[in-house]
């Protein structure tokens, strides 16, 4: 080939889709780049036509991609924080104030400075609940008694 030889341009196209998967949401021009890259090795090494330069390089793709989603999918990779994105999550087990009773099973609780939607057992306002979950933006409740009715310790 004349001008630049084929294995400096497959060199160039995986440094610049390695530049481009910093730049672009995602993980799969990284696979892209590997490909190129391995592609460009090859054609350093054998010297073959354009055509098997290209077929290595989709079928390289191809193997990159899926052996990197097989391996995700065995190990994921695990969160040191899991509630991260998850608020409603990150309040189980806090206790809220009741601002829009309870009624039939749904009203408004404010913990913090924000008011949340609820839902659980009927309550009336200022009355003091505990977050046992949440569905979507809605909090699950339960009532909270803050004075044990019996002392089962202290009866004989």
Do not use: C
């Not at 440094?15 to 799969?28: D, N, S, W």
């Not at 290209?54 to 999918?73: E, N």
């Not at 099973?105 to 057992?121: H, L, Q």
């Amino acid at each position: 080939m004349d001008g630049i030889e084929a294995h400096w341009l497959w060199f160039a196209a995986g440094l610049i889709l390695a530049g481009l998967e910093m730049v672009v949401p995602g993980v799969y021009l990284m696979w892209l780049a590997m490909a190129a890259l391995a592609t460009g090795v090859i054609a350093l090494v054998a010297l073959p036509s354009l055509a098997v330069q290209v077929t290595s390089f989709i079928f390289l793709s191809l193997i990159f991609a899926f052996s990197a989603r097989r391996m995700l999918r065995d190990r994921p990779i695990v969160s040191s924080d899991p509630l991260l994105n998850n608020r409603g999550g990150r309040m189980v087990g806090q206790t809220a104030l009741v601002t829009q009773a309870l009624v039939s099973g749904s009203g408004r609780v404010k913990v913090g400075d924000s008011e949340w939607i609820a839902r659980g057992p009927d309550a009336a306002i200022g009355e003091r609940v505990r977050i046992t979950g949440n569905d979507g933006s809605e909090l699950l409740v339960e009532p909270v008694a803050l004075i044990a009715k019996g002392d089962p310790a202290g009866e004989a």
